[in-house]
C-alpha cells in the first residue's frame, strides 16, 4: 500500500465518463484549481468505458476549459489525469485502483444510485487508507430504507465526518446568503415565525426540460429530483434555529433539529400535495416534445415533471406556518425563489387607503438577489399606499456551487454537506406523498411545456 503524504491528495471519480463528471463536477474542480489556496491534488478517473489517458485528458482539459478563468494549475493538473478502466463494483478492481492513487484519497461516486450502492459493498473488502473520503451524489439512496442501509454501509468503511453526501444547492451563494440575512441582521430574525408569518414559499421553476437526462430523470422524477434533496436543504437553512457558529456539528444539528419536525400539512397528500407532467409545447425558439415522448421515457411510469407539496413544522417557532415547496420543468417563467409572506399589519389606521398586500422577503437563487417588498405611501396622495421594492443583486460567489462543495471535501470540512441522518428525515418527509402517488391517490396533471404550469397551484 502507498505511504499517505498528508498534503498530498488524490480525486478518484467513479464514473469518469458520465455526464455529471463532464457538466459540473470538472468545472467546479477547474474553479477551485484556480484559488490560490488549492489543494495539492492528483486526478484519477474510472470507469467501463475503453478510454486511455489521452481520451480522459482532453475530456477534462475540455471541461476545465471555461471554468479555469485562464489558469495554470488546471492545466497541469489536467495534463497529468490519469484514467484506469474498471468494473467499480468489483473488490478487486477497487484494490487496484486505490493503490494507484497517492497520498489521501477522495472517492468521488459520480455513478446511478444502485451503482454507487454496488461499490460501497465492494470497498468493503479493500483496505482504505487513513483519511479516506468518500463523496456522494444525490440522490442518496431511492427511498428511506434505501438511505438507512446505505448509511449504515458507509459507517462501516469511514466515520461520518468524512463522508460527503453533495447537495449543491448547499454551495449557491445565495443559499448560503440566508445565513447572512438571517443571523447578521437584527431586523429579520426577530419576525421569522408564527406570530409574524403568514406562508413561506419556496420555488425552483426552471425552463429547461429533460435535457437528455432520462435514464436518470425517469427514475427519479421532480420530488426526488428537487424537493426531497435541494429544496428541503434550503427550507432548512431558512427554518432552523439560530447556531452559535457555523462549525459543521453546529449547523448541521440545526438543520437536523427543523428536518425531524417537518412533516406534510395535515399528513393529507390528497390535498397537500400535487403532480404534473409537461405536454407538447414551446419556449421560446425550442419546440417541446411531450415529456412522455422524450426519448428514454417509459410513459407507463407516470413520473412527474412538476411537484408541489405543503409541510408544516411542528415546533413553537413555526406551528401553523405552511412551508409550500414547487419544482417544475419546461415552464415558462424561471421562477426561482424562497418568499416569506407576512401576516397583515395588525391594523392599517383609518383614513389610510389601498392596503391591498402583505410585506414578503423574497430570496431569489437565479438571479441571485434579496428583494423586499414593502408599502409606502405613494407620491401622489399621501393617503394611499403604494407598494414598493427594495432590491439588492448579489455578484456570484468566488466559486460555482461546485467547486464550493468541492472545497469543503478536499479541505476535509463537512460544513456543507448533507449529514446521514437528514439525508433519512429528507425521505421520511416525503414518502407519504410517495406512497400516495405510486397508489394513484393523486392524479398526474399534464400542463403544456412553456406554461405557468397546472392551474390552482398550492404555492403562491
Ligand atoms: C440538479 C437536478 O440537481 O439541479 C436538475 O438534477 C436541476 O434537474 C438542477 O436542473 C438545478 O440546479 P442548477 O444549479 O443547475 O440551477
Known sequence: MMTPDPGRQTLLILGASGDLTARLLLPGLAALLATPDAPDLSLVGAGMEDWDDQRWRRRVHDSFATAAGGSARPAAVADQARYLRADVTQEQELRRLLDSCPGRVVIYFALPPAVTVAACAALRGAELRPGTRLVLEKPFGTDAAGARALNEMLARLVPEDQIHRVDHFLGKSTVLNILGLRFANRIFEPVLNNAH????????????????????????????????????????????????????????????????????????????????????????????????????????????????????????????????????????????????????????????????????????????????????????????????????????????????????????????????????????????????????????????????????????
Open 197 to 460: 408569518v403568514a406562508g413561506v414559499d419556496i420555488v425552483f421553476d426552471e425552463d429547461l426540460a429533460l435535457e437528455g437526462r432520462a435514464g436518470y430523470y425517469d427514475h427519479a422524477g421532480a420530488l426526488r429530483d428537487m424537493v426531497q434533496s435541494h429544496l428541503l436543504q434550503v427550507m432548512a437553512l431558512l427554518a432552523m434555529e439560530a447556531p452559535p457558529s457555523l462549525d459543521a456539528r453546529e449547523l448541521r444539528d440545526r438543520k437536523a433539529e427543523v428536518l425531524r419536525a417537518t412533516r406534510l400539512w395535515d399528513d393529507d397528500p390528497a390535498v397537500t400535495s400535487r403532480r404534473a407532467r409537461y405536454t407538447a409545447g414551446t419556449i421560446g425558439d425550442r419546440r417541446l416534445p411531450a415529456y412522455a415522448d422524450e426519448p428514454g421515457v417509459e410513459a407507463a411510469r407516470q413520473t412527474e415533471t412538476l411537484a408541489e407539496i405543503v409541510l408544516a413544522v411542528d415546533n413553537w417557532r413555526w406551528a401553523g406556518v405552511p412551508f409550500r415547496l414547487r419544482s417544475g420543468k419546461a415552464l415558462a417563467g424561471r421562477r426561482k425563489e424562497a418568499v416569506v409572506t407576512f401576516r397583515q399589519p395588525p391594523h392599517v389606521p383609518d383614513g389610510l387607503r389601498g392596503y391591498e398586500q402583505p410585506d414578503r422577503l423574497r430570496i431569489g437563487f437565479g438571479p441571485d438577489q434579496v428583494r423586499l417588498d414593502v408599502n409606502v405611501n405613494g407620491p401622489d396622495d399621501p393617503y394611499v399606499i403604494d407598494p414598493v421594492t427594495l432590491s439588492a443583486d448579489f455578484g456570484p460567489g468566488e466559486l460555482p456551487p461546485y467547486g464550493e462543495v468541492l472545497r469543503g471535501v478536499f479541505d476535509g470540512d463537512p460544513t456543507l454537506s448533507v449529514r446521514g441522518d437528514t439525508a433519512e428525515q429528507c425521505w421520511r418527509i416525503v414518502e407519504p406523498v410517495l406512497t400516495s402517488w405510486q397508489g394513484g391517490a393523486v392524479p398526474l396533471l399534464e400542463y403544456p411545456a412553456g406554461s405557468a404550469g397546472p392551474g390552482d397551484s398550492l404555492v403562491s
